[in-house]
């Protein structure tokens, strides 16, 4: 029987803006997402049986039905019966490395491996924008996962450009463990506290996103200029998710404090970066932190920001 293994990269958020409301219930949003090198390992094979069954050694990972690389199974079944019937079941072994609803798309990453996957065992012959697309259904940041490097996000997140890639920047991340944000909550918070500011009309939204795509975070990613990437990064999400974490500002101010190019909170939270420009400066950066802050609970990776989204790492 064969089988896939793939490689599926957490994202980090270099610039998230809130527009507006959407009819859908969704926010319209504009933002610069990165893929860094911190990733899972998901490994799909056929099994023999009707059934999809999920593996992960990490307790926070739910194996039921709400898992997002079950939901990213079941679409595909849907969409292609034929294939689902010929090929029969599923067994999944998530290898989570990424943090768990930590504002690094993990769950969204997992489905994006499955959908790669399946594409690849079931010889389907999907196009990533057709790939995008099913990513779509399942959540908003399915299709970045999918195609990963540098992109600009707009819409609720959905609609990718591709940027050119940014490699030579290294990732410090730091997340309390446990710590986590719901990212609906911080999301419906920011909808309470700052609607008056919502641009909702076309026109609006145009300009909102063009002032991004003609900005000087953009200008400095096509520069490759990272002093000025880090100096730029923006998320609206701070606004609410600091002053009910002050453990997460103050980690945001520990790193400001030393030599990064820029440190921010990641999309919803509670997930921490700080960039800095080569992997020694970045280690020992984050011993430095490690120490001042002195918790047990806190944990850093030293990463990379990476090329691409899902990559295939054998084939059996
Ligand atoms: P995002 O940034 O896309 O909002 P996140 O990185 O903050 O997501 P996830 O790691 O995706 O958060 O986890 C959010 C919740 O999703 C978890 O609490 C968990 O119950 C659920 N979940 C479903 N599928 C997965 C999965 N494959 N891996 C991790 N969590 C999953």
Not at 13 to 22: A, F, T
Not at 30 to 36: E, K, T
Not at 234 to 246: A, G, R, S
């Amino acid at each position: 029987m064969q089988s896939y293994s793939l490689f599926a990269p957490a994202k980090i958020n270099l610039h998230l803006e809130i527009i507006g409301d959407r009819a859908d219930g969704y926010h319209q949003l504009v933002m610069i997402m990165q893929s860094v090198n911190l990733g899972d390992i998901i490994h799909l094979r056929a099994n023999g049986t009707d059934s999809i069954r999920l593996y992960c050694q990490n307790p926070q990972v739910p194996l039921d039905n709400t898992n997002l690389a079950y939901k990213a199974v079941r679409l595909m079944q849907e969409k292609f019966p034929k294939s689902a019937h010929n090929f029969g079941g599923l067994d999944i072994t998530i290898e989570k490395n990424i943090p768990v609803a930590a504002g690094l798309a993990g769950g969204s990453t997992n489905a994006a491996a499955v959908l790669v996957g399946i594409n690849l065992m079931w010889s389907l012959g999907l196009t990533q924008p057709e790939l995008r697309d099913l990513g779509a259904l399942l959540g908003s940041d399915v299709p970045f996962c999918i195609s990963g490097g540098t992109a600009i996000a707009t819409g609720r997140g959905e609609e990718i450009e591709p940027l050119p890639d940014l490699t030579d920047i290294w990732v410090i991340l730091a997340k309390y463990n446990n710590l986590g944000v719901s990212t609906p909550w911080a999301y419906n918070t920011y909808r309470e506290q700052y609607n008056h500011l919502y641009v909702c009309d076309g026109q609006g939204i145009k300009q909102r996103t063009h002032a991004v795509h003609s900005g000087n975070l953009v200008k400095a990613i096509l520069k490759r200029n990272s002093e000025e990437i880090g100096a730029l990064l923006y998320n609206d999400l701070e606004k609410v998710v600091l002053p009910e974490y002050p453990f997460v500002s103050a980690l945001i101010t520990a790193f400001k404090k030393e030599n990064v190019l820029g440190a921010m909170m990641s999309g919803s939270g509670p997930t921490v970066f700080a960039l800095c420009a080569t992997e020694q400066i970045a280690t020992s950066i984050a011993d430095i932190v490690e120490k001042n802050i002195n918790d047990s609970n806190l944990s850093f990776w030293v990463t990379q920001m990476c090329p691409h989204g899902i990559i295939t790492i054998s084939n059996e």
